[in-house]
């Protein structure tokens, strides 16, 4: 019930997306279902990558050409090998932002979930990503733990409403809930 009482009822009243911005969102079960939706023999993105666990996943169903893994506390451990595969350690705005314009098919985004991080990321992958390229957000959801609390809804949801262009494209509805938003510019 504290989170709950914690929530800015006030602003989110002034998050809700435009319906014209939901008519071609195609709803999925899982975010591994995603992947099999996502361009194929792509150059993707990872940013928060912690052991490769979804990394493998995306290697196995997508079969990416190229994939790189972002992650400030990239795990010298990580369970991913492959050819394909670039890893980079470092702060997810940063790294992102040494790679050009237009250059990935789909970059999917699971780093901190703060709404600060968030917001940055959204801002420099939308240049990054192809006219017809997605960004995948997992943990579209509404979580305080420990009193840390997701900001990736109304990164998401803001977003969207400053940059009419873009519109859902699919949403993972998870059993446990740790959804997956896919948003990619209006075709």
């Given at each position: 019930?504290?989170?709950?009482?914690s929530?800015?009822?006030?602003?989110?009243?002034?998050?809700?997306?435009?319906?014209?911005?939901?008519?071609?969102?195609?709803?999925?079960?899982?975010?591994?279902?995603?992947?099999?939706?996502?361009?194929?023999?792509?150059?993707?993105?990872?940013?928060?990558?912690?052991?490769?666990?979804?990394?493998n996943?995306?290697?196995?169903?997508?079969?990416?050409?190229?994939?790189?893994?972002?992650?400030?506390?990239?795990?010298?451990?990580l369970?991913?090998?492959?050819?394909?595969?670039?890893?980079?350690?470092?702060?997810?705005?940063?790294v992102?932002?040494?790679?050009?314009?237009?250059?990935?098919?789909?970059?999917?985004?699971?780093?901190?979930?703060?709404?600060?991080?968030?917001?940055?990321?959204?801002?420099?992958?939308?240049?990054?990503?192809?006219?017809?390229?997605?960004?995948?957000?997992?943990?579209?959801?509404?979580?305080?733990?420990?009193n840390?609390?997701?900001?990736?809804?109304?990164?998401?949801?803001?977003?969207?409403?400053?940059?009419?262009?873009?519109?859902?494209?699919?949403?993972?509805?998870?059993?446990?809930?740790?959804?997956?938003?896919?948003?990619?510019?209006?075709?």
């Open positions: 019930m504290d989170a709950y009482k929530v800015d009822w006030g602003r989110l009243r002034n998050l809700y997306i435009h319906d014209k911005q939901l008519e071609n969102c195609k709803v999925v079960s899982s975010r591994e279902k995603i992947l099999e939706v996502l361009p194929k023999n792509g150059i993707c993105a990872e940013l928060g990558v912690e052991h490769g666990i979804f990394s996943k995306i290697l196995d169903i997508n079969k990416p050409k190229k994939l790189v893994l972002v992650d400030i506390m990239l795990q010298k451990h369970q991913v090998e492959h050819d394909v595969i670039e890893p980079i350690n470092g702060d997810s705005v940063e992102m932002n040494q790679f050009k314009d237009n250059y990935f098919d789909w970059i999917y985004i699971d780093t901190d979930h703060s709404e600060e991080q968030t917001n940055k990321e959204l801002q420099i992958c939308k240049n990054k990503i192809k006219h017809d390229g997605y960004l995948a957000l997992h943990d579209y959801i509404r979580v305080y733990d420990n840390y609390k997701f900001g990736v809804i109304e990164s998401v949801n803001n977003f969207l409403i400053e940059n009419e262009d873009f519109e859902v494209v699919l949403l993972s509805l998870e059993p446990h809930m740790f959804n997956t938003i896919v948003l990619r510019r209006k075709q």
